[in-house]
């Protein structure tokens, strides 16, 4: 008898939940997510979460936005994220739209711009991002949270680091609608890297730029981690990334590369190592652990090497 009206209460919320879902398709407000409406003139700029997406956004719009710098009040209607944002909202955008996503392969993306960044280094930015979500405490262990990492506990719907962007290498590396950008080269030469994306937006029918070495580098300027971190103290609690975590940890952090090798201790490294090494390899990352490079499988030297197109 006990156990009716608790069947009765769990039947009537599966029912609401499903109503609700239908009146936002109906409506049009359910969050795009996976029911984005893709066009075929979309461009997507992808990733795996903490590798260098917003930084990328703000470079591309405040090269393509020249009239008014980005910020966190105005990115989202610039190169908004498919996540916060509801399909039809984003059906009334601009064309061609430049869109932020963290999905592995999805053959219905018909342009990607994908940013890979050394995955030690995304490790520790993904750990303070999780402490900023109030995921884990601020004591957790690192040592805890890279097998956690690992197995992509915090986001399984995006894979882990290997699943990503190995699928998307595997399916769309050669493509002239792909393009690939290192994090790394990208901190040490950022405007010849923001001239390589213009090149291929320019390619797949984007309107003209100005790309001038000026107009690239005044981009690169406004896209600073330093502008960035004081555009985060005046608009982070209403950025709708931000403004539902912890306001004393900054989303915006160093921003560097190779940090890690200051943060993960030996054994951190060898775990992240052991389990992605080849792929890290074949996009041309070093591996700390010299036995492990020696027990990993052979890559051929054009395995190590970036594309450039």
Known sequence: MNQTPSRTTNTVR???RALAKVKQVLTGTQLAGDNLTVFPDDIFVTSYPRSGNTWTRFLISNLVYQD??????NIEARVPEIYFNSDRYMRTLVRPRLLKSHECFQPQYPRVIYIVRDPRD?????YHHNIKAGNIPDNYPMESFIPRFLAAE????WGSWSDNVSSWLALRRNSETFILLRYEDMKADPVRELQRICEFLQKNSFPPINTSREALQRAVDLSSS???RKLEQTEGKE???????R???PFVRTATAGGWKNTLSTDAVACIETAWGPVMQRLGYRLAQVKLRSELSPVSSAQTTIDRD
């Open 14 to 16: 599966r029912v609401w």
């Open 68 to 73: 008014e710098p980005s910020t966190f009040a």
């Open 122 to 126: 995304v490790a520790v930015s993904f």
């Open 154 to 157: 915090f986001d399984r719907k």
């Open 226 to 228: 330093d502008r960035l």
């Open 239 to 245: 950025w709708v990334l931000t403004r539902n975590t």
């Open 247 to 249: 306001q004393d940890k």
